[in-house]
């Protein structure tokens, strides 16, 4: 059971917008930078977002993140079928006297 | 860009050790906090443990605590991970990742490509 919570599958046709919901408490994403990471079939992951809504160098402007309260979501628009992925959202979780990082449980995108 | 490279993988017994190695270059490895992050077959991405860019702060997944210890060499450029007690739900991919700055609350921003681990007997 994840800290984090994503649906576990979402899909959408070429060309649509998805949106990938995750969900978390004030211990985590509440009170922390919320950053997405992409993971191709048989690949290492990457970074998509940091700190909630940025995008590191290379990454399109397709790709998008926001955060309000305990929720973050990452927006695709202009879906390729190179975006069928596995995507992840990550934050820092704070309890007393220690931390950890924190994933969720990932989310599978389908461009039908 | 930044390169990370893991070595030290490989199959292993229930109850024995094994250390795996993560060689960083093209970034300042002394200035950044580093994590290394796991990944059985077929499951979603576990976190297992951070150090700090000078190895002061350290946290380990609750998984692993007691069992397995993150250490750096700035002077080597290299970061590892000692595991001791391997059980077989401690197979998957481990991956050494580059933290965003100093400390452990940052975002992971570079992966490496990963060292396969299989406890089995």
């Known amino acids: 059971q994840s800290v984090l919570t994503q649906p576990p599958s979402v899909s959408a046709a070429p060309g649509q917008k998805v949106t990938i919901s995750c969900s978390g408490s004030?211990?985590?994403?509440?009170?922390?930078?919320v950053s997405w990471y992409q993971q191709l079939p048989g690949t290492a992951p990457k970074l998509l977002i940091y700190?909630?809504?940025k995008r590191p160098s290379g990454i399109p402007d397709r790709f998008s993140g926001s955060k309000s309260g305990t929720s973050a979501t990452l927006g695709i628009t202009g879906l390729q079928t190179g975006d069928e992925a596995d995507y992840y959202c990550?934050?820092?979780?704070?309890?007393?006297?220690?931390?950890?990082?924190?994933f969720g449980g990932g989310t599978k995108l389908t461009v039908l | 860009q930044v390169q990370l490279v893991e070595s030290g993988g490989g199959v292993v017994q229930p109850g024995r050790s094994l250390r795996l190695s993560c060689a960083a270059s093209?970034?300042?490895?002394?200035?950044?906090?580093m994590h290394w992050v796991r990944q059985a077959p077929g499951k979603g991405l576990e976190w297992v443990a951070v150090?700090?860019?000078?190895?002061?702060?350290?946290y380990h997944a609750d998984s692993v605590k007691g069992r397995f210890t993150i250490s750096r060499d700035n002077s080597k450029n290299t970061l590892y991970l000692q595991m001791n007690s391997l059980r077989a739900e401690d197979t998957a991919v481990y991956y050494c990742?580059?933290?965003?700055?100093?400390?452990?609350?940052?975002?992971?921003?570079?992966w490496g490509q990963g060292a396969r681990v299989t406890v089995s007997s």
């Open positions: 990742a580059k933290g965003e700055f100093w400390g452990a609350a940052g975002a992971i921003d570079n």
């Open positions: 093209r970034f300042t490895f002394s200035s950044y906090g």
């Open positions: 150090i700090s860019y000078d190895g002061s702060i350290k």
């Open positions: 004030s211990s985590n994403i509440g009170n922390n930078y």
């Open positions: 700190d909630n809504n």
């Open positions: 990550g934050t820092w979780n704070s309890s007393l006297n220690t931390g950890e990082w924190v």
